[in-house]
């Protein structure tokens, strides 16, 4: 496995885990600071999720 592929998929982990607890804190809906970071986090998955794609796709073994 090439350094990129790796990487790729570690940001995917990344983005799940990022993405679980962000809906996590966004169901429990109680305003602060940790409801301003979800939302600041689903906003980083979903600009991070494609890219990490995108490389799976262009550097696949």
Same mark, same amino acid.
């Given at each position: 496995?090439?350094?990129?592929?790796?990487?790729?998929?570690?940001g995917?982990?990344?983005?799940?885990v990022f993405a679980?607890?962000?809906?996590?804190?966004?169901?429990?809906?109680?305003?602060?600071h %940790?409801?301003? %970071?979800?939302?600041?986090?689903? %906003?980083?998955?979903?600009?991070?999720?494609?890219?990490?794609?995108?490389?799976?796709?262009?550097? %696949?073994?």
């Amino acid at each position: 496995m090439n350094l990129p592929f790796g990487m790729a998929i570690f940001g995917l982990l990344v983005c799940a885990v990022f993405a679980f607890n962000s809906v996590r804190e966004l169901r429990r809906d109680k305003p602060g600071h %940790a409801r301003n %970071a979800a939302m600041i986090h689903i %906003a980083m998955v979903s600009m991070l999720a494609p890219f990490c794609l995108y490389v799976l796709i262009a550097w %696949a073994p």
